[in-house]
């Protein structure tokens, strides 16, 4: 029987208005989601504010948003950041945030605030392979020398840095070398003195590289330190008296197998979770189809979080399959390298034909950025390397996505979502669609061209083999009348020496 009743009256779910009540969704459209729409609105009730859903969460990893002030965070739209308990663990450590009176004091923050649990960063640091929150499909992908990667292969070059065992994780520190020692004891402790409103569970993340019976082992792992990090966090929760409730959310793995994941929300729908993540590897095409299997057997009443997802059309396939909270650092990171995010897509600021463009990121932009700044200073802060280029970039970028993320909150409010979905969708990569379409001409343009020299090669072929065969027939020909004549002589000559 899954849970449904919160831990504390300060931190709760108030379900809203469900998609699949608001929308006039045609038949075809839910035929091919693959089922039924769990998209939602909803509110969040914390200690440090509401959060209307679905929501972005912006990453402040090491309790900063890259390059952004708080404040500034807070005027874009933000109702919530995330931070990262490794990176804090290691630096400056989590007895300064709890002596600062928590990660919202410290950071000047006063909304509410979201820790990860480190299980991300240590399967990022144990085999170096590509993060698994890259989406890209490894389905059998092999290592260096050829054999299919395995379990406990590392990418070429890389040392491994994380040992998992079933008490826990050692791992060295990126910083300097150093040893640490995580278990679900340690990650609650941790997150206890960093002080944020929700904390995620201690989780092994596997990989898509990661075998069908290893993805079995690290579930059952994952269950286990569920239970041990519920009853840490209770000794804590009873122990920090005084100290606002701390939300605890449950981390959903699995991989891309159903019964793995149906199994894991059934396991920790049943434990005292306030809400869950959904984590682990994520094939980008079937995204959607993953988080409704979830969603479909977690506890409606609780919050849903997807960790580390921001592509517009991944937000929107999540939003509308029933995820409430999303978080991610591309926002900031792809800033940093003067990215930026326009309803036509992706540009880079960097291209000269921004030089002299005295125009805002695009028209009608309401952030601090397209109301004070050009396309032409931007791209010259960004030539110029100068720090504000990435402050200027990422307030822009941070406030595209929570707006979106806020406008197809509003849609479902109005049943306009798919209408507001398909026109976002259609506009931002229409692009990228047609840069597709025209490579894929190209490519066929291409293969027809091979097709049709290869049709040309093997007729002249053909040709060459007909000519030989009929010049190779004459020869032949020739070659028996003369035989021919040369019996026929010879019976003559025969014929007048008888006579």
Request: proline letters at 4%; charged letters at 25%; glycine letters at 8%.
């Amino acid at each position: 029987m899954l849970n449904t009743e919160f831990s504390d009256p300060t931190f709760s779910f108030e379900l809203g208005n469900r998609l699949a009540d608001t929308a006039d969704i045609p038949a075809a459209r839910t035929d091919a989601n693959g089922g039924e729409f769990r998209g939602r609105t909803g509110v969040i009730h914390t200690p440090h504010g509401d959060i209307q859903t679905p929501a972005f969460t912006p990453v402040g990893t090491k309790a900063t948003v890259k390059a952004v002030l708080p404040e500034a965070m807070k005027e874009l739209g933000s109702q919530a950041l995330l931070a990262n308990a490794y990176h804090l663990y290691l630096q400056p450590g989590p007895e300064v945030l709890d002596a600062a009176g928590g990660l919202g004091k410290f950071m000047n923050w006063d909304g509410p605030t979201f820790t990860d649990s480190g299980g991300f960063q240590v399967m990022s640091l144990g085999s170096g392979f590509k993060k698994v929150i890259d989406m890209g499909t490894v389905a059998n992908a092999v290592g260096a020398d050829g054999r299919p990667i395995g379990d406990d292969d590392v990418a070429t070059g890389k040392e491994r840095m994380a040992h998992v065992d079933d008490d826990g994780v050692f791992f060295k520190s990126h910083i300097n070398g150093d040893m640490h020692r995580f278990t679900p004891e340690v990650s609650m402790q941790v997150q206890h003195q960093i002080g944020a409103d929700v904390m995620f569970a201690f989780d092994e993340l596997t990989t898509l590289y990661n075998s069908r019976p290893y993805q079995e082992e690290a579930l059952e792992r994952t269950r286990l330190w569920a239970l041990r990090c519920i009853a840490e966090h209770q000794r804590l929760t009873k122990e920090r008296v005084g100290k606002p409730y701390q939300a605890l959310f449950g981390v959903i793995q699995g991989a891309q197998y159903e019964d793995l994941r149906r199994k894991a929300c059934r396991d920790l729908g049943s434990m005292p979770f306030d809400g869950f993540g959904l984590g682990g590897a994520l094939e980008k095409e079937n995204l959607g189809t993953i988080v409704r299997w979830c969603n479909e057997e977690l506890p409606e009443n609780k919050p849903r979080h997807l960790l580390g997802i921001s592509e517009p059309d991944d937000i929107f396939v999540g939003i509308e399959n029933g995820v409430d909270t999303f978080d991610c650092v591309s926002p900031t990171r792809v800033a940093r390298n003067a990215a930026v995010y326009t309803p036509e897509g992706r540009v880079n600021l960097t291209n000269a034909r921004f030089k002299t463009d005295f125009t805002p990121i695009f028209e009608g932009c309401d952030c601090y950025t397209c109301a004070h700044y050009t396309r032409a200073y931007i791209h010259h802060l960004f030539k110029a390397d100068e720090r504000l280029s990435a402050t200027l970039a990422s307030i822009h970028n941070e406030r595209f996505i929570v707006k979106m993320v806020d406008d197809a909150r509003l849609a479902i409010d109005s049943g306009d979502y798919f209408e507001y979905r398909d026109e976002f969708v259609g506009k931002y990569y229409s692009k990228k669609v047609a840069q597709l379409k025209a490579q894929e001409e190209a490519a066929a343009r291409r293969a027809q061209k091979e097709a049709q020299r290869i049709a040309a090669a093997e007729a002249r072929r053909a040709a060459n083999l007909k000519a030989k065969a009929e010049a190779e027939a004459r020869r032949a020909a020739v070659a028996e009348a003369a035989l021919l004549a040369e019996a026929e002589e010879e019976t003559a000559q025969s014929e007048e020496t008888a006579g």
